[in-house]
């Protein structure tokens, strides 16, 4: 058994604002699962907080981490047997917004100071100095928010092994050399090869610099990330480093999401069952308000408005798709000229186009489930889930073919018919796009081709049984190395 401190700045049910929180739950549990002791490490956000009161918490530790007074409660991940230790320190923790920013949607100006502290902690625990009766031997830290903790453990010799994922490079975690000072981090820090990126604290430099091992959400995102075009200034060191980078695609939660059992749908299917699938698109177009038509190809979209997930492609192309009688649902938010730009388009749409800015689990469940193509344009995307749960229920991904998307769909284009599972387009353009979906509707059209199609996506293993185990192979790895250098 390894016993492992999995440090995470969001995890679903909790807190979420994107897949880190889904991956954050489900692969400490998978690894529970495999006889590992898992242990979550979280900030204090108020959902947190609430959910230890209404699951039971154990204060267990009063902490003083410079001015700031910390208390660490435990308790247990609601629906997991997987124990959760909160970080609670309310003058940067206890906020209205999500993780990162304030209500109107600006970064928190303090937030090198809040994950700074909660690397601390994270370390403190790490190497026995809580009190706490549990160290672990490896401490798995997950994107920028958790970029000091490899740094600040890196000077104790008998430090546990450590690990560091990347799920988006894009975001680094950049602050001036003013809030590197004030941080009060070590001088010798402030160099191109540790912590200083172009003049600013780079918090994932730290990660990707000090940790034994790095992994990344997919093998073809872990390729991207060391060529320039993806790297965001960091390919030169990923190179350096790509000895030690292990792409290993995500998985997803079975249990949450399930055709034949999930708890958002009215009606349930299975691969042997798929005419009943026809009952949650009727469901769906009844929730969202568009015409009770059987024969209208229905698309989908959940994602953040935002550039990198090719909001823009799609609104470009939907009029030519609405035009032409196909029907769309879209759910999400992000940049207000994408949130007005899909409000206006649904508006000249009536019936034919449903927008529903914010984010609802429920509807995202009925939306996959319920649509006959999922879109997801996205320009980079180091794994997706997605598409993932798209194929789970037997609903065919149009997808554009980076990162892990190329890794889990498969055009009949590129592949033996017995192997696809889905469309791709090569090029984040408009036209692409278009093409994709074109050839992805004519698929549809034809009965045999689209059920083979999704019989094929269904049969497909997504659990993380098989990604856990890669993840404790590293684990051991870095353990024995690590055991090497102390008994040297």
Known sequence: MIRVLFVTSEVYPVIKTGGLADV???????????????????????????AARKNGSLRKAQLRIGVYPVTLWQTQLPGSSVTLWLVDCPPLFDRPGNPYQNEEGSDWWDNAHRYHLFARVATMMALGQADLNWIPDVVHCNDWQTGLVPVLMNSSYKRPATVFTIHNLAYQGLFS???????GLPDSLWRFDQLEFHGQLSFIKGGLVFSDRLTTVSPGYAKEICNPHLGYGLDGLLRHREHALTGILNGIDTRQWDPES???????????????????????????????NTEAPLLGFVGRFVEQKGIDLLLD??????????????????????????????????????????????????????????????????????????????TLPVVHRVGGLRDTVFDPQHVPFDQANGFTFDTPERSALLAAITRALEGFNRPNTRQRLQRNGMAGDYSWQIRAREYIDIYRQILAARQSIIDD
């Open 177 to 183: 050399h003013e809030t590197f000072r004030s941080l």
């Open 24 to 50: 954050s739950a489900s692969l400490p549990e998978a690894l529970h699962q495999q006889d590992q002791d898992v242990h979550i490490l979280l900030p204090g956000y108020p959902p947190a907080m609430a």
């Open 317 to 394: 192309v939907l009029p030519a798709l609405l035009d032409k009688g196909c029907q769309c649902v879209i759910l999400g938010s992000g940049l207000p000229e994408y949130e007005q730009a899909a409000v206006q388009l649904a508006g000249q749409y009536p019936g034919r186009l449903s927008v529903t800015l914010g984010y609802n689990e429920a509807l995202a469940h009925r939306i996959t489930a319920g649509v006959d193509l999922f879109v997801m344009p996205s320009r980079f995307e180091p794994c997706g889930l997605n598409q993932m749960y798209s194929l789970r229920y037997g």
């Open 262 to 292: 999930d708890p958002y749908l009215d009606h349930h299917y299975d691969v042997d069952h798929l005419l009943d699938k026809q009952q949650c698109r009727k469901d769906l177009q009844q929730q969202v308000g568009l015409e009770a």
